[in-house]
């Protein structure tokens, strides 16, 4: 056990000036039971001591002693600590990075307890925007992990822990309220929580709570090229004109307004025994109930519905194209929803004989998500002249005349193929697109986790050994995805109206003219939408044209997506501590982990081209079967702790750890969506080649689906796969750390890093596999539809993977003080080199590790007193890898380097400033995302696209909180 030292009982008095202690008659030293302090500055002094006692490198945040954190959202609070970068959505903080290692690699847990999310389907990333700051006592991030943890990070873990009577010692109780304004809605949101403990029976029973509502109304604006298709590359071929340059285009491009409304109410209670000072127990019980109001304004242009001889016009110069047959495309979307995840934990702790502990617990925790009754409707006009252009941060689309396209083109251009053009109106309202899609969906989704620990612990008063500590843990999850979905052209299906007269109008001469419109705030969006009222009236008049064509749910839309994942872990641990002398110590041991996973599936194809030659029969969803995996891993460690002086403390580690897969990667599916090509082996196009196409009528010459049995799928189709038998990341780490505490008001840490990462997994775009060689067996052999040669080799796969081996190495420099006239600074930098190898057959050189960053920084200085503080606040993470493209030999044509996808660097800046009215009144304002940051990713492009293109942004603008906190006890 690590002694309470003098420096930080002097930190203490210094930061408040009261002390309240017993001594400890038997000891030869004074050692302090009970310190209270007072103000932020006197809560980051205590997080930096309990930082300073773990036995491992770690970063801690605080309440002060009223109960408040610096920030109102958890994500937000970390941003703080030294290595740690914050992502966000839709201007919240969401999810953490730790040493510019992505949420993927970092686990949250809960009072030590793994917790369930439904919220998303890509990873395990808990959102740790569903937990107001007001239910938690600490924030701890552990950078390097004993062998007692959970080992799934490779990055670090994060343990939020809530709120203890017995942490606080005393009775207490605080109300909070909170208005919120975002600039780009416009509006004031309301927030309100209650907290409190109680101490009962003689301070043997404690009582923590928690009860918080939060209403948020927000406004977003994105800019995002298509998600699942890469820029395409092409070449002027009209007329027999004479090629141009070559130019990489956007393959669609759309601008997307999200308004929503989002209502969160969490309630957490702690109640702890603690009958006698040898035992204690406890039960944990936290619920969040989330509720989202959300609408999508979206508007595209389509350039992907041009063929290639309807590609006219280059310049290379100002990367700009021109297409004719292109689509302006209109969509309202309506996806309200509601989710809930509750979590409890109850367990104990027993001391025998003075020198035996036993603690054991149960964790559930169980999310669920549903979004019944989500709807869109879309209108369109077809046979477009439109220019495009692309940059980093921005595609655009403008609609021409015909004229003015055949006069750029230099030759003329057909009229049948820009026909559409006639149709439009002047200004944004646009009376004559036409209803060609409603999309109806209800999607639910859950997740479980179940787990038992039990550890067990020897204290050893005397000689080398100090304990011996060994434990299991056994832990169940269960994901469950289900979707029941629904998209037509209305007109093909018009009879399902049956002697709906309105209905049957609708579907088959129903236009954006016969509807109130109003102009989005977006923008870049250039034509006005039709109002959510006049949506909502066309979907429910509409409706069977859709519903009546799957009434019992089991077409491809209500299939395709839908999976069951079981991953079950068997874990045991052993470990020991050793007092080398009076100031060092060492951690040694072993941990063992083994793992099953399990998920269901299908290989879908939706040929959404084909509904009006086959009736949909060409759609296919046939399940996927051998999607087992199981994999084990040993994780040893040591840990070396030194304290040469009072103001110095060197730590160093070796420690091993691993990272599962993500659901979304290793979940079983395949599918081949939009534009399947088949190829009619009976027609030779005038150099002799079979010929191929998407239109089986007017192209391929098929009158019945008879005719398509004999044709075959093309290898120009693009498949996307998930990876079962992915495996977990491994990671050998070494980190070494001294810590320098010289003064009361000085603090300085610097911490080197390597990370030896195996088997680490990258999402891979556009790789060329043949069938025995994608990651996941397709059952082609129920395919009767057409056929599927079986040496295929799809041009353009999807998929994730393991790679062989990637290096981390890093330094992250940490820097507080404040100073006698109130002003104080803190900074920490973190500095990261790595190089990642795919292998050979992906990628011929090697990359930077996916989802990390070179550079994070984050700096905090204001001026503060004991009724006022004023902080500015700045962070900063450089560019990170998304995803990669696949390029086995850098010289090939077929190189698609160009498709790496990067998130651009990010800089933010927010104000805050709190005012202690009284002991017990706390008012506070903070202003965030001051320069209105964007987040952007980006496709790496080259000189055929003219540098980087825009894959996605994101705008959320800045935002506004006035709070008050009042403590009544």
């Known amino acids: 056990m690590h002694k309470k030292r003098l420096l930080p009982l002097c930190i203490a008095l210094a930061a408040s000036g009261q002390l309240y202690a017993q001594t400890n008659e038997s000891s030869s030293n004074d050692l302090v039971e009970e310190v209270e302090v007072t103000g932020v500055r006197a809560a980051e002094l205590n997080a930096r001591e309990e930082e300073r006692s773990k036995s491992v490198f770690s970063s801690v945040i605080s309440q002060d002693d009223a109960g408040n954190f610096a920030d109102q959202n958890v994500a937000e609070s970390l941003q703080r600590l030294p290595g740690i970068t914050l992502q966000k959505s839709e201007g919240e903080g969401k999810f953490v990075s730790v040493r510019g290692l992505g949420p993927g690699f970092v686990s949250v847990s809960m009072n030590g307890s793994e917790m369930a999310s439904a919220g998303g389907d890509e990873g395990r990333a808990f959102s740790l925007d569903a937990l ?22 490779i990055g670090g ?13 005393k009775d207490t109780f605080k109300m909070s309220a909170q208005g919120y304004y975002q600039e780009y809605s416009e509006e004031y949101s309301p927030k309100i929580s209650l907290s409190g403990t109680n101490l009962f029976a003689d301070d043997t029973i404690g009582v923590g709570y928690n009860l918080s509502y939060e209403q948020r109304t927000t406004e977003m604006y994105q800019n995002l090229h298509h998600q699942t298709t890469d820029l395409r590359e092409f070449t002027v071929n009209l007329n027999n004109a004479a090629p141009s340059d070559t130019l990489l285009t956007p393959y669609q491009y759309y601008a997307n307004q999200e308004n929503a409304k989002r209502t969160r109410i969490t309630g957490a209670l702690d109640v702890e025994w603690r009958p006698t000072d040898n035992s204690k127990y406890f039960i944990r019980v936290n619920r969040t109930d989330y509720e989202d109001e959300d609408i999508a304004i979206r508007e595209y242009y389509r350039f992907d519905e041009a063929a290639e001889g309807d590609f006219v016009y280059v310049d290379s110069t100002t990367n700009t194209f021109g297409v004719v047959d292109a689509a302006l495309q209109k969509q309202f979307f309506i996806q309200d929803g509601t989710s809930s995840t509750t979590s409890f934990d109850i367990g104990g702790e027993n001391v025998f004989n003075e020198s035996w502990t036993l603690d054991y617990k149960y964790a559930s925790s169980t999310s ?5 009754d989500a709807s869109r409707v879309q209108f369109r006009i077809r046979d477009l002249p439109i220019l495009g252009q692309g940059g980093k941060d921005y595609i655009k689309g403008q609609i021409i005349t015909p004229a003015e396209m055949a006069a750029l083109a230099g030759v003329a251009i057909p009229s049948a193929t820009t026909s559409g053009y006639y149709r439009l109106t002047e200004g944004r ?27 067990l612990k020897k204290d050893f008063a005397d000689g080398a050994l100090s304990y011996i500590k060994a434990g299991f843990l056994v832990k169940s999850r269960e994901r469950d995805r289900n979707k029941d979905r629904w998209s037509v052209n209305p007109e093909l299906y018009a009879d399902f109206c049956g002697a709906d007269a309105e209905c049957k109008s609708l579907a088959l001469d129903g236009t954006s003219g016969m509807f109130d419109s109003f102009t989005p705030n977006h923008p870049d969006i250039d034509y006005d939408s039709i109002t959510r009222k006049d949506a909502e009236y066309l979907i429910d008049k509409t409706k069977n044209t859709a519903l009546l064509l799957d009434p019992n749910r089991v077409g491809i839309d209500s299939t395709k997506d839908d999976y069951v994942i079981t991953e079950d872990a068997q874990e045991a641990y052993v470990m020991a501590e050793f007092q080398l002398s009076e100031q060092s110590s060492l951690i040694t041991g072993v941990r063992y982990v083994n793992t099953e996973f399990e998920s269901s599936g299908n290989f879908a194809i939706r040929n959404d081209r084909f509904e009006d030659f086959s009736d949909q029969k060409l759609d296919i969803a046939v399940p996927l079967e051998d999607t087992k995996s199981s994999y084990d891993n040993w994780l040893p460690s040591i840990h070396y702790r030194y304290e040469p002086t009072d103001e110095i403390l060197v730590r160093s580690s070796i420690w091993t750890s691993y990272t599962r ?13 939009d534009r399947v090509k088949l190829c009619n082996p009976n027609l030779l196009d005038t150099n002799g080649d079979t010929v191929c196409s998407d239109d089986l009528g007017g192209v391929l010459g098929a009158t019945s689906p008879a005719d398509v049995e004999g044709y075959y799928m093309s290898n120009n189709s693009t498949l996307n796969v998930g990876n079962p038998n992915l495996i977990a990341m491994t990671a050998n780490n070494f980190d070494a750390s001294i810590a320098w505490y010289p003064r009361d008001d000085l603090f300085l840490q610097a911490a080197v890093f390597y990370k030896d990462i195996n088997d680490f997994i990258v999402e891979i775009n556009g790789d060329s596999l043949a069938l025995n060689e994608l990651p996941i067996e397709l059952p082609i052999d129920k395919i009767t539809q057409f ?26 420099l940490s820097y507080s003080q404040n100073f006698d006239l109130g002003f104080f600074v803190s900074s920490n930098l973190t500095l990261i080199t790595s190089s990642a190898d795919v292998g050979e057959s992906i990628r011929a050189d090697k990359i930077q590790l996916p989802d990390q960053a070179d550079q994070t920084a984050n700096l905090t200085f204001g001026w503060g007193n004991d009724d006022i503080e004023l902080r500015f606040i700045s962070n900063y993470r450089s ?20 498709a790496d996808i990067y998130q651009d660097a990010s800089t933010t800046f927010d104000f805050k400033a709190s005012y202690q009215v009284t002991d017990a009144v706390k008012v506070y304002f903070d202003a965030l995302n001051l320069t209105g940051d964007k987040d952007l990713y980006y496709y790496e492009g080259n000189a055929q696209s003219g540098g980087n293109t825009l894959f996605l942004s994101e705008d959320f603008g800045s935002s506004y909180q006035l709070g008050i906190n009042v403590k009544f006890k």
Not at 368 to 372: I, N, T, V
Not at 788 to 805: A, R, S
């Open 132 to 153: 107001p700051s007001d239910m938690l006592g600490a924030i701890e991030v552990f950078k390097s992990l004993t062998p007692d943890m959970d080992l799934n990070s």
């Open 157 to 169: 873990a994060v343990n939020v822990k809530t709120v203890s009577a017995f942490d606080k010692k």
């Open 429 to 455: 309202v646009q009376e004559n697109l036409d209803y060609d899609n409603l999309f109806l969906e209800d999607s639910f989704r859950n997740d479980s986790i179940d787990q038992v620990a039990v550890n």
């Open 879 to 898: 560019k990170l890898l998304k995803q990669i493209g696949a390029c086995p030999d850098v010289s090939a044509s077929s190189c698609k380097a160009w």
């Open 787 to 812: 056929q599927i040669p079986e040496n295929l080799v799809f041009d353009n796969v999807n998929y994730t993977t393991n790679g062989n081996k990637a290096e981390v190495y890093g330094i992250e």
């Open 661 to 673: 897969p993500d659901f979304d990667q290793a979940r079983a599916y395949a599918n081949i969506t």
């Open 368 to 372: 669920d998500l549903s979004k019944p």
